[in-house]
């Protein structure tokens, strides 16, 4: 009950035995629930490129809205890494609640420690090479010098999955000791070259039944380092309704 709101919340318990069992009850006075005053936010620093108003955004609720712990929660990593986003790879936050069990009222405060504005440093590639290499490299949106951001981070691993290259992509700030500048580690793990997929299907419309097969056959790299070749075979028994006649398709 505390946890939504509910800061009076008080219960009584009693025992009755009855015979060789016993029976747990509980009486629970729950009082009224606790509204959202305001949330007070510190330590934005000026030149984050977030406003205090859009860090006020990452927590769903509103002032004068019934106060939720778990609404509360659920917005702490989101604040750090909106900090981690504009430039700031060390930033942490102090959150509390300051509930008022008397005006039946929760202020929210969040100090932000926002720590060194950092740049990229040398970004290392493992497991690239030749042309393959090349064409990941210029998929990666981290340049050295450039102001850290997570958000690029996230944007290089999508590229490069989108690729269809990498089975496994990490991508790893150094992040052991406080510096403006951190390093960056992109390792890969090749996807398998050749890949068969065998599968198959059933279906059943007004006219006919058909059962259906489907084969594909992926070769990674072929004919060329940057192409793919890509063999399908579907084919199909079709038995007509009316007839019982059996076509392939």
């Known amino acids: 009950y505390v946890r939504h709101g509910f800061f009076r919340a008080q219960d009584r318990g009693n025992v009755e035995r009855m015979g060789q069992s016993e029976d747990a009850g509980f009486v629970v006075m729950h009082g009224p629930r606790a509204k959202l005053a305001r949330v007070e936010i510190a330590g934005v620093p000026a030149d984050a490129g977030l406003s205090v108003a859009e860090i006020r955004e990452l927590i769903p609720q509103r002032d004068g ?6 609404a509360f929660e659920l917005a702490k990593p989101r604040i750090v890494e909106a900090m981690r986003r504009a430039g700031y790879a060390f930033a942490k936050l102090e959150a509390s609640v300051a509930a008022d069990v008397v005006l039946d009222h929760a202020i929210i405060r969040l100090e932000l420690t926002p720590g060194l504005l950092c740049r990229f440093g040398d970004v290392v590639m493992r497991g690239f090479g030749g042309k393959l290499g090349r064409a990941a490299r210029a998929r990666v949106p981290i340049k050295t010098g450039e102001r850290y951001s997570s958000a690029k981070l996230a944007e290089a691993q999508v590229n490069l999955y989108d690729m269809n290259r990498f089975s496994q992509i990490r991508i790893e700030p150094d992040l052991s000791v406080e510096r403006e500048e ?29 059962t259906r097969g489907r084969a594909t056959y992926n070769i990674t790299g072929s004919p060329w380092t940057l192409t793919n070749t890509r063999l399908e075979f579907r084919p199909a028994l079709v038995r007509l309704r009316d007839t019982g006649q059996i076509e392939p398709r």
């Open 65 to 70: 809205e019934t106060f939720d712990y778990e």
């Open 182 to 210: 951190i390093p960056i580690v992109i390792t890969v793990t090749r996807a398998t070259r050749r890949e068969l997929r065998l599968g198959g299907g059933f279906g059943v419309d007004p006219t006919s039944y058909e």
